[in-house]
């Protein structure tokens, strides 16, 4: 079964300044890989996703993220963060069959003024 | 884009009694939903995988029994937490597959047992 790690529980950034928010996955064929993002007590939104072709996807909200097969990664980027983007990151695999998906522990984002 | 609703989302109920909670896709049919738990400040974990017109899949370590799954239709899967207790204080948590692999997510419902 595939699995996700996401080694950082908490980052904090200024606002304006880069960020970078990591994801490992384990899956032995393609993977299917996704972000969301969750603000406090709502559900989750997808914010984007890799099934195959150009390794850097682009995403709402200015994110975009790249896999990297020999890595095992799809990082999520964003070159400029803004206050509102504030809020708790999951980076999920998906099987081919989309009936078990999974998701990593979150990372949660805290923007400084 | 596909919605999925969820109701109620919050509640608060007392030990031993039962509480349902209905989710709903909005624009689209879904034979199959998945319901997850989320514990404050954790990830989603699976709880049961949600079919229409026939029986729910859970994962292991679930209590089928004590979250009942029923799909009673294209747009709608409920989940009952019967003989509720304060360990099953959580946030639940539906979603819908899509067309394209992603899934589509309810915003929540806080479950609060007193």
């Known amino acids: 079964a595939q699995s996700v790690t996401q080694p950082d529980i908490h980052i904090t950034v200024s606002e304006g300044a880069s960020l970078e928010l990591r994801c490992n996955y384990s899956y032995g064929a393609t993977p299917y890989l996704f972000w969301y993002v969750q603000s406090p007590g709502q559900g989750l939104q997808l914010l984007l996703k890799?099934?195959?072709?150009?390794?850097l996807v682009q995403g709402i909200k200015g994110f975009e993220a790249e896999f990297k097969r020999s890595q095992s990664s799809f990082n999520l980027r964003k070159p400029s963060v803004h206050w509102s983007d504030a809020a708790e990151y999951f980076c999920?695999?998906?099987?081919?069959?989309?009936?078990?998906?999974?998701f990593g522990a979150g990372t949660r984002l805290t923007v400084k003024p | 884009g596909a919605v999925v609703s969820q109701h109620p989302s919050w509640v608060i109920c007392k030990s031993g009694t039962s509480v349902k909670i209905e989710c709903r896709s909005l624009d689209f049919q879904a034979t199959t939903m998945f319901w997850y738990r989320q514990f404050p400040k954790q990830s989603l974990m699976l709880m049961a995988t949600s079919n229409e017109g026939s029986k729910a899949t859970y994962e292991q370590g679930v209590e089928k029994d004590k979250f009942l799954i029923n799909h009673a239709s294209l747009t709608l899967s409920t989940l009952t937490v019967t003989s509720a207790h304060p360990e099953d204080s959580s946030f639940y948590i539906c979603?819908?597959?899509?067309?394209?692999?992603?899934?589509?997510f309810g915003p929540g419902t806080r479950l609060t047992v007193t």
């Open positions: 979603s819908a597959p899509g067309s394209s692999y992603e899934q589509y």
């Open positions: 999920a695999v998906g099987a081919y069959n989309n009936n078990d998906m999974r």
């Open positions: 890799y099934f195959s072709g150009d390794t």
